[in-house]
């Protein structure tokens, strides 16, 4: 079976077509020339290889890790030099959970490709994952290095950076992902968080809005640009409206049902809360600051079930029992424990948490 021989002419268009973008909305398409590939008798061999890959990171796209696996698992028959193919078949065990198998494929793929910018930027995000930053940090490093134009690598980095509080390396790669690949939706959304966790609410909201844009059906970017419009002066119907949006979409999220009701609560409407608590987990936290709100909890039994053994659990949920306290006591005119509260949430909240900015904006009319 031979690798070398040439592509027919007339399969050219179907390869170019095949060929795995990653834009989903080219899925059918791209797996549908792929079939004809496959099964067009005179494709060289390295070329089928090539169709069963990029079919594998189609499959992969669509959420089909199975299909994924069996295609890539036949590239990599065919033609064991495909790096390509160890790459997509490293995502499909991604989105399988299995990282142990995702770390060799990426590493096969950097075997028969050391310089290839993409098996980098993958192996990176996976340690970013696992939290091996310098490992992730050298193999972003090393992607950008080989391609400075890889908008998917900068993001990647600058997201990194984002997380280690670096946040002035994190907005340039930010914006230098953006500018070389305008049509990101996530990026948008990661530039809009940091923007708000930097205070600059009208940069966040536009971020927010461009990622609703381009991925409409993202939950995350309603609540998140719900939350910019509620500590903005004058935007709580938009609040409300974006939460009302956010829980639809994603109606077992229970932070979506909490902002909302405060937008609600604040805007003198109706509150959905009850409602929404028919879709929840109330065995969990936030539960009990739900039940707060609800009046089946006071102040003093909120704060008794934050308590955790595991310190980064207690942090966090006291950290939230803190904020959304001090948001019940604006509600109820209660201006000095409001104060008290958010003040305890803006300086003990991690800076990821949304709680943390939130409780800032909230304090500065306070004062």
Excluded at 156 to 180: H, P, Q, V, W
Excluded at 240 to 262: Q, S, T
Excluded at 331 to 357: G, M, V, W, Y
Aim: net charge negative.
């Amino acid at each position: 079976m031979t690798l070398t021989s040439p592509v027919r002419a007339d399969s050219q268009g179907d390869l170019d077509h095949c060929k795995f973008v990653g834009e989903i909305g080219k899925a059918d398409e791209g797996i549908a020339a792929c079939d004809r590939v496959i099964n067009d008798s005179k494709i060289t061999a390295r070329d089928r290889a090539a169709a069963f890959s990029s079919r594998c990171g189609w499959w992969w796209a669509k959420k089909d890790s199975d299909r994924a696996l069996s295609d890539c698992n036949e590239a990599i028959r065919i033609d064991s030099g495909n790096a390509d193919a160890f790459l997509n078949r490293g995502n499909a065990y991604l989105s399988k959970s299995d990282m142990e198998h995702a770390l060799t494929d990426f590493n096969s793929a950097l075997r028969v490709d050391p310089k290839n910018a993409w098996a980098y930027a993958e192996r990176g995000n996976l340690y970013k994952n696992k939290g091996d930053i310098d490992h992730a940090l050298a193999d972003l490093n090393e992607s950008i290095r080989l391609n400075p134009s890889y908008a998917l690598a900068l993001f990647s980095r600058g997201d990194l950076y984002k997380s280690l509080g670096d946040f002035a390396r994190a907005m340039t790669d930010l914006n230098e992902s953006i500018r070389l690949d305008p049509n990101y939706a996530l990026a948008y959304f990661t530039r809009g968080r940091l923007s708000f966790m930097l205070g600059n609410n009208p940069a966040a909201l536009e971020d927010f809005t461009k990622s609703i844009k381009l991925d409409a059906g993202d939950a995350t970017a309603y609540f998140n640009r719900g939350v910019a419009y509620y500590v903005i002066g004058g935007r709580t119907p938009d609040a409300a409206a974006d939460f009302k949006k956010a829980a639809e979409l994603n109606p077992k999220d229970a932070y979506a049902a909490l902002w909302r009701d405060l937008a609600e609560r604040r805007n003198i409407a109706p509150s959905h809360l009850a409602e929404a608590v028919k879709q929840l987990d109330m065995t969990v936290w936030p539960a009990p600051v739900i039940r707060h709100f609800l009046g089946e909890l006071n102040a003093e039994q909120t704060f008794g079930a934050a308590f955790d053994t595991d310190p980064k659990t207690k942090l966090a949920q006291t950290c939230e029992a803190n904020f959304y306290s001090g948001e019940f006591a604006l509600l109820k005119k209660d201006k000095k424990e409001a104060q008290r509260l958010l003040k305890l949430a803006a300086n003990d909240c991690p800076q990821s948490f949304i709680e943390a900015t939130a409780a800032i904006a909230e304090l500065i009319p306070l004062k």
